[in-house]
């Protein structure tokens, strides 16, 4: 039931965009983004739930197709302040069609923005 | 708004003695978790409270670990004996909603 992030890792240089992926083999109620940082708490980014919705602030955003049991998050021209492990939580649809409340969360795709 | 509160933020033990963390939730929040995340991988659910009753305990070790929240507010994590394999970071997050909020975490080694 772990969801799967794609790629690993990546590396950019400042200015420079990323997508990062997150995939369930099971339907989805939500997807929960979260950046940490090495030695830190993860810090929530965005919440986006069903309904093929797309969210963002500031340069990051993300996307999840209902569909197709996945989301992405997209960072645009990414400064080094966006170095760090994003993992992304998943929630699961209960028999009446909203949350347990329960999130499962990806092995994380670590990102290092360069200068 | 204060975030959610953890102590110790290290501790540093000898397998099979005993170790209880303690988390305070963002004030409001009826929903407490605590995860346990090794290096390298996503948090990991042990359990989740709604206001002081557990809802989801199915990923707790019940011979050694246990938790409570006895006025639904904050909570303490106890692992008893802990295993070298315990060594870990105890996280412990709180919601109102549907989004979690986080604290620093507890960095466990066991000796």
């Known amino acids: 039931q772990q969801p799967v992030q794609s790629p690993q890792a990546v590396i950019l240089r400042e200015g420079e965009d990323a997508v990062i992926n997150c995939s369930s083999s099971k339907a989805l109620y939500s997807v929960h983004w979260y950046r940490q940082k090495h030695g830190e708490a993860p810090v929530f980014l965005m919440i986006?739930?069903?309904?093929?919705e797309q969210k963002g602030h500031d340069k990051i955003s993300a996307s999840f197709n209902e569909k197709k049991q996945q989301s992405s998050l997209y960072l645009t021209a990414s400064q080094l302040s966006y170095s760090g492990t994003y993992f992304c939580g998943t929630g699961f649809p209960n028999a009446g069609g909203t949350s347990y409340g329960k999130l499962t969360f990806g092995q994380g795709t670590i990102l290092t923005v360069h200068p | 708004e204060a975030g959610v509160v953890q102590s110790p933020r290290y501790k540093i033990i000898e397998k099979k003695q005993p170790v209880a963390f303690w988390c305070n939730p963002i004030?409001?929040?009826?929903?407490l978790y605590w995860y346990l995340q090794n290096l390298g991988q996503g948090p990991e659910l042990l359990i989740r409270?709604?206001?002081?009753?557990?809802?989801?305990d199915s990923q707790l070790p019940k011979d050694r670990f246990s938790a409570e929240r006895l006025k639904g507010v904050d909570s303490t994590l106890k692992i008893q004996p802990a295993e070298l394999g315990d060594s870990a970071v105890y996280l412990c997050?709180?919601?109102?909603?549907?989004?979690?909020?986080f604290g620093p975490g507890t960095r466990l080694t066991v000796l």
């Open positions: 997050a709180s919601s109102r909603t549907n989004e979690q909020f």
């Open positions: 004030s409001g929040h009826n929903t």
């Open positions: 409270y709604e206001n002081e009753e557990a809802v989801d």
């Open positions: 986006l739930l069903k309904g093929g």
